[in-house]
């Protein structure tokens, strides 16, 4: 695969630096916790099986590093206690009963899940708070508790927490808030030490960039990766990724912007491999930069990523 390799040199004024420890007073350098400052309320979606346990883990320590303030989110997916007989249920009387046990075993649901998210977010000593959303109210308190936050953090390819029939790209599309999808198989305790960023010259890339930005500038090392520029050259300008790597650079971001040729396998599919043989441990993509109904029906990135995820991504729209 033939590609084109740059790096954004560091401005002589440039105004970001990383700094060791603390800034002094009239400082100008930033320290990791300032970097991460911009996300102050991060929500994760969540259950009390091992799958939530180690989403909980990673939304917390994710806090943490933030100082951001944690909501754990648990949507009931089916009634616990449905028992085929419930639908028999004949009278008014009857049916209350039904109601009220199911009601009752959603509860004790949400207090082991509540439990299991309380120890998580006192481990990492952080503020939080545990909310329950009950399967007949999914669809409108699903939107409305994941607004209030600046990012969701959810599992793949079956988010515990998540109400029956509710995805990732169905919660991002609805809500407008970014969101960070952890892999079952991602067995790594870091996230977002190495970022490959799919820059594809969209307003959707664009909007993922700006909230994705405390990641960026906390980085070790951030890819800007073009696929196929050519074919959007009207859009790149004459140097492709130049003018995004500068932007990101004087956010303090240490950048590298690459080219790549796709040679006819699907740009998704480059961006996958790319991540696996550079060691990422983030990938940020905006989602659905083409109309959705194209991609649902012939491929696209978007949809490639949330087919295969081997590494974390951080979609946004």
Not at 73 to 96: L, Q, T, V, Y
Not at 106 to 132: C, H, I, P
Not at 230 to 256: C, F, M, S, T, W
Request: glycine residues 8%; aromatic residues 6%; charged residues 25%.
């Amino acid at each position: 695969m033939d590609q084109y390799v740059s790096t954004v040199e560091e401005e002589p004024d440039r105004l970001f630096r990383r700094a060791a420890g603390p800034p002094t007073a009239g400082s100008i350098h930033l320290t990791l916790e300032d970097m991460f400052s911009g996300w102050k309320s991060i929500a994760v979606f969540l259950d009390d099986t091992p799958k939530g346990e180690k989403i909980g883990k990673c939304a917390a320590a994710l806090a943490h590093r933030c100082r951001a303030h944690l909501i754990g989110i648990h949507g009931m997916s089916c009634n616990p206690a449905e028992h085929p007989s419930d639908s028999f249920a004949r009278g008014k009387e009857a049916i209350d009963r039904v109601f009220a046990r199911l009601r009752e075993a959603e509860e004790q649901k949400a207090l082991a899940v509540d439990r299991l998210f309380t120890a998580l977010s006192l481990k990492q000593g952080v503020s939080a708070e545990f909310r329950m959303i009950r399967s007949y109210r999914a669809d409108d308190d699903m939107v409305l508790n994941s607004l209030h936050c600046d990012l969701v953090v959810i599992g793949h390819p079956d988010p515990p927490g998540l109400p029956k029939g509710w995805s990732p790209e169905r919660l991002l599309m609805a809500s407008g808030v970014p969101v960070l999808i952890i892999p079952d198989g991602w067995k790594s305790e870091t996230i977002g030490d190495n970022i490959l960023v799919g820059w594809n010259a969209s307003r959707e890339a664009r909007r993922a960039m700006a909230d994705a930005m405390p990641f960026l500038r906390a980085a070790q090392s951030v890819t800007v990766l073009v696929v196929d520029p050519a074919k959007r050259a009207d859009k790149h300008g004459q140097e492709p990724g130049a003018d995004i790597g500068l932007y990101l650079a004087r956010h303090g971001v240490h950048v590298d912007v690459e080219q790549a040729t796709s040679n006819g396998s699907p740009i998704g599919e480059v961006i996958l491999s790319r991540a696996v043989d550079r060691g990422m441990d983030l990938i940020i993509i905006g989602a659905y930069s083409h109309p959705r109904w194209a991609e649902i029906i012939f491929g696209g990135v978007t949809r490639t990523l949330l087919t295969e995820m081997p590494v974390p991504v951080l979609m946004s729209r």
